[in-house]
Each structure stands twice: as structure tokens, then as C-alpha cells.
């Protein structure tokens, strides 16, 4: 995908895969939305809410935290109903200004995620991830780690999904390695956090609200809060 700027076009999405190695692997090179979290890979119009999180406009910016490099996805030999488990770790050049400032530096990534089906109507969904890398601008050299924990929750009625269902969804990031916008703070660390639900009323409308709260990543004195209801309307299964 590429999305138009003043100068011309930004490439958001570019790359090979390679599925169905052995062992369970699968490659990817090129510029990517990486594996943090469950919702980054998502496109913002495909997102079950307006923007990103609060905690993710704080610490990466308005769009998903995309980078150029290399990622390696496993699939745990894992079966006999007892969860679906995958392993992720890519390896990619700062690009991200929110996160890295200036920085080329190389960035690591690590990502563990799990799947239950609790049952026909429910499964449940457990994410956590991690990347590291260096914050670098005119005045600082800054090793910076960003953290992750997510969940959701699908209740859907297997012969009613069209028509009935719940989500809930949450997450929390936690940013070491701050920028200090004043010798004042001496702070190291800002947390944030969010959770949404979303209920199909029908087939075509839905209801839900979600709930933010984040610390300033210059200064975790300073936070900002949301509280949005959301009323959606499903024109077709193929218009939102």
C-alpha cells in the first residue's frame, strides 16, 4: 500500500514472503507493519475504532509502527486442541521518529502470541511483545525498549454470528528509556493502557465504547484520558 504526502508517495507495505518453509516458518523482507501487538498489522480503516490507542499515538505516532528489515515467523508444532501458539522476531532499521528520533540504528522485535477456542461460541486471544532499539537526536543517545501486553475476548454464536456477538479487547505498552522535555523530570518509564467492547445488535449495527489512558512519553506527569462510544453501521459484508 502507499499513502500520498506533499512530495509525492510513502510506501506504508512493501515486501516478499516466503510461507510454508519447514518447520513451521515462514520469512519476510522488505518494509512491513510489524508484529506488536495484535492490532499494528491493521490498517487504520480496518481498525474496529477511529484511530489507535492513545498508549500508541504517544510512543509510535498516528500510524502503525512500520519498518524496513526482516521477520521471522514460527508456528509451534502444537496440536491435540491445546491452543494454537506462534513466535515471532523480526530484525529492522529505525525508522520510526516517535520511537527512534533520528536513529538508523538496527531494532529487534519479539513477539509471543497465543489462541484458545474455549468453546464453539468463544476463543480467546493473548499477546505480548517487545522491541528494543536506540533513541538518537542532536543531544542524546538513548537505549529504548517499548513493551506490550494485549487480550481479546469473541463471544459468537456459530449459528447467529451474522447477527449476534462480543468483543472485548485491551492492552497495555509500557516505554523505558525516556525523553525528558525538562531536567525537572526524572522519570524513566511511561505507562498507558486501553480496552474496548463491541456488541452486534443486528446484522448491520453495532454499539460499543472504549476507554485510553497514557502518560507523556517527555514527561509521565502529564496524561491524557479517552472515553468513546461507538455506534457502527455494516452497509454489506463488504462495506463498513
Same mark, same amino acid.
Given at each position: 500500500?502507499?499513502?500520498?504526502?506533499?512530495?509525492?508517495?510513502?510506501?506504508?507495505?512493501?515486501?516478499?514472503?516466503?510461507?510454508?518453509?519447514?518447520?513451521?516458518?515462514?520469512?519476510?523482507?522488505?518494509?512491513?507493519? /510489524?508484529?506488536?501487538? /495484535?492490532?499494528?498489522?491493521?490498517?487504520?480503516?480496518? @481498525? %474496529?475504532?477511529?484511530?489507535?490507542?492513545?498508549?500508541?499515538?504517544?510512543?509510535?505516532?498516528?500510524?502503525?509502527? !512500520?519498518?524496513?528489515? !526482516?521477520?521471522?515467523?514460527?508456528?509451534?508444532?502444537?496440536?491435540?486442541?491445546?491452543?494454537?501458539?506462534?513466535?515471532?522476531?523480526?530484525?529492522?532499521?529505525?525508522?520510526?521518529?516517535?520511537?527512534?528520533? /533520528? +536513529?538508523?540504528?538496527?531494532?529487534?522485535? #519479539?513477539?509471543?502470541?497465543?489462541?484458545?477456542?474455549?468453546?464453539?461460541?468463544?476463543? @480467546?486471544?493473548?499477546?505480548? +511483545?517487545?522491541?528494543?532499539?536506540?533513541?538518537?537526536?542532536?543531544?542524546?543517545?538513548?537505549?529504548?525498549?517499548?513493551? #506490550?501486553?494485549?487480550?481479546?475476548?469473541? $463471544?459468537? %454464536?456459530?449459528?447467529?454470528?451474522?447477527?449476534?456477538?462480543?468483543?472485548?479487547?485491551?492492552?497495555?505498552?509500557?516505554?523505558?528509556?525516556?525523553?525528558?522535555?525538562?531536567?525537572?523530570?526524572?522519570?524513566?518509564? !511511561?505507562?498507558?493502557?486501553?480496552?474496548?467492547?463491541?456488541?452486534?445488535?443486528?446484522?448491520? $449495527?453495532?454499539?460499543?465504547?472504549?476507554?485510553?489512558?497514557?502518560?507523556?512519553?517527555?514527561?509521565?506527569?502529564?496524561?491524557? $484520558?479517552?472515553?468513546?462510544?461507538? @455506534?457502527?453501521? $455494516? /452497509?454489506?459484508?463488504?462495506?463498513?
Amino acid at each position: 500500500g502507499a499513502e500520498e504526502e506533499d512530495e509525492g508517495f510513502a510506501v506504508e507495505e512493501g515486501y516478499v514472503e516466503w510461507v510454508g518453509l519447514p518447520a513451521g516458518l515462514s520469512l519476510k523482507l522488505g518494509k512491513f507493519q /510489524q508484529q506488536f501487538g /495484535q492490532t499494528n498489522r491493521w490498517h487504520s480503516h480496518a @481498525l %474496529p475504532f477511529q484511530t489507535r490507542s492513545l498508549p500508541h499515538l504517544a510512543f509510535v505516532g498516528e500510524e502503525a509502527l !512500520a519498518q524496513t528489515g !526482516a521477520s521471522l515467523h514460527w508456528l509451534l508444532p502444537v496440536g491435540g486442541g491445546a491452543g494454537t501458539y506462534e513466535a515471532t522476531v523480526e530484525v529492522t532499521r529505525s525508522e520510526n521518529e516517535a520511537l527512534f528520533g /533520528q +536513529s538508523g540504528r538496527p531494532s529487534v522485535l #519479539g513477539h509471543l502470541n497465543a489462541f484458545w477456542v474455549l468453546s464453539p461460541a468463544t476463543d @480467546l486471544d493473548l499477546g505480548l +511483545s517487545w522491541i528494543n532499539g536506540s533513541y538518537e537526536d542532536d543531544t542524546s543517545l538513548i537505549d529504548r525498549n517499548l513493551l #506490550g501486553a494485549e487480550v481479546a475476548f469473541t $463471544w459468537r %454464536p456459530p449459528a447467529r454470528a451474522r447477527y449476534r456477538g462480543v468483543t472485548l479487547r485491551g492492552g497495555l505498552m509500557v516505554l523505558d528509556g525516556l525523553v525528558p522535555e525538562s531536567a525537572a523530570v526524572d522519570e524513566d518509564r !511511561a505507562l498507558g493502557f486501553w480496552g474496548a467492547v463491541e456488541t452486534r445488535l443486528t446484522e448491520s $449495527w453495532l454499539v460499543g465504547a472504549r476507554a485510553d489512558r497514557t502518560e507523556s512519553p517527555v514527561n509521565p506527569d502529564q496524561t491524557a $484520558w479517552l472515553l468513546s462510544p461507538t @455506534l457502527t453501521w $455494516w /452497509q454489506s459484508e463488504y462495506v463498513r
